[in-house]
């Protein structure tokens, strides 16, 4: 590897470096030679221009071909910070309080929505109380040049109270300063902004505009970029609205899947049967099951194409699934001379050969809100886990 004079190792040896160190050795080897806080103030600069140049793979081959030197020519100077501590934010990534500090905060919000909202898409109408910067004054506060440092605060921000939590025993306990409001800051009272009183914002209302696309979802963040509070000196948060599901009374929706159940007679679950499904963009659906395809109690059954829109896709749709419940007669429904006609067309009974040492016993209804029932059910709860059936699907 070619060298650019005898400088060009100085970056690597002040540091204990190897010129094949990695990214993560070089971070390593720098912040773990962090000094006293007194020497680090003046070290700092020194280790935040060796990370620079070494961190950075171009850099770090200019500086190996041509030492600092080349550095300089190549325009790299060291990093502008405004506190030492700035540098950890740089090693310890996010961009951390300098990026932090540019930037207000973001606001969020929830919309309610509909199924049919996320089905068909919809745009509603949002109302914001925001902070914007006072136009009198230019986010001054008054006159220009009349902010001065906070008497309060003496410029720092915060305030410091002592109070006594027993016999000779206080507490230290540090605020926002509420004259400042943290600023470290203020317009002298007589000079103020009419307009915001020396806040340097004002409230103002906005209505904005929130498009819910087809296939969003639950939980969804739609994002505003820029249009949270507006404060002096800081690039304004973004409003980032969520979109909060209400139940909906027919349908329950799984990813792209919508799921319903439907209740059909003995007679419809036997003999099969046309229903009709009432579509979320008001389309009717007529399915049909055929005579002699017998349909359980609880069996599913789909419709494909027929689900949720895919989000940016809403051509593409999921499945919709049917559960079916059946409904059996009440007691008695039929005449006793007629069940034997029944019985004739129905499955041949299970026989059992009853024996003497077999006892006999009364079968009774049973009702579960009985107190020995609330007290021993889970001896009588059926397993959850079991086989469920499958889904068989119809063709829109």
């Known amino acids: 590897m070619a060298r650019g004079g005898g400088q060009s190792w100085i970056l690597w040896t002040s540091w204990g470096l190897k010129p094949s160190a990695s990214p993560e050795e070089i971070q390593e080897g720098l912040t773990g030679r962090l000094p006293s806080l007194s020497l680090f103030i003046l070290k700092f600069k020194l280790i935040s221009q060796a990370y ?3 961190s950075d793979p171009k850099k770090r081959d200019i500086y190996d071909q041509g030492g600092e030197q080349a550095i300089k020519e190549g325009g ?4 502008s910070f405004s506190s030492p501590m700035d540098i950890f934010d740089m090693f310890f990534g996010g961009g951390g309080r300098m990026a932090r500090e ?19 898409g919809v745009t509603k109408k949002l109302a914001l109380q925001k ?16 902010v001065e440092k906070c008497p309060l605060c003496k410029g720092r921000g915060m305030q410091i109270h002592i109070q006594q939590i027993g016999p000779g025993v206080v507490q230290q306990i540090q605020t926002v300063c509420i004259e400042c409001k943290g600023q470290g800051e203020r317009v002298n009272p007589k000079d103020r902004c009419e307009s915001c009183s020396g806040a340097k914002v004002i409230r103002e209302k906005k209505i904005i505009e929130v498009h819910v696309e087809k296939g969003m979802k639950d939980g969804q963040k739609i994002l505003f970029h820029g249009e949270g509070d507006q404060e002096p000196e800081l690039e304004p948060g973004d409003v980032i609205t969520v979109l909060d599901q ?3 009374s027919v349908f329950q929706r799984r990813g792209h899947d919508l799921i319903t159940k439907m209740k059909i007679q003995l007679s419809e679950a036997l003999c099969g049967f046309k229903k009709t499904i009432k579509t979320l963009d008001d389309r009717i659906l007529v399915i049909t099951s055929k005579s002699g395809e017998v349909i359980k109690h609880g069996d599913l059954r789909c419709v494909r194409n027929e689900g949720m829109p895919i989000y940016k896709a809403p051509l593409e749709k999921g499945t919709l699934i049917i559960q079916f419940l059946v409904i059996f007669p009440e007691k008695h429904w039929l005449p006793v001379d007629k069940l034997p006609q029944l019985e004739a067309l129905l499955p041949p009974r299970q026989k059992v050969r009853v024996t003497d040492d077999m006892d006999q016993v009364e079968l009774k209804e049973f009702n579960p809100s009985e107190q020995n029932w609330r ?15 499958g889904v068989q699907c119809q063709t829109a």
């Open 76 to 79: 790299s100077g060291s990093p």
């Open 102 to 120: 540019r930037r207000g905060k973001n606001v969020v919000h929830q919309l309610s929505v509909t199924l049919e909202d996320l089905y068909n």
């Open 52 to 54: 620079e140049v070494l």
């Open 246 to 248: 209400k139940d909906h």
């Open 375 to 389: 007290q021993h059910r889970e001896a009588y709860e059926e397993d959850d886990d079991g086989p469920r059936a």
């Open 131 to 146: 902070n914007v910067i006072c136009e009198k004054c230019e986010g001054v506060g008054g006159k220009k040049g009349s």
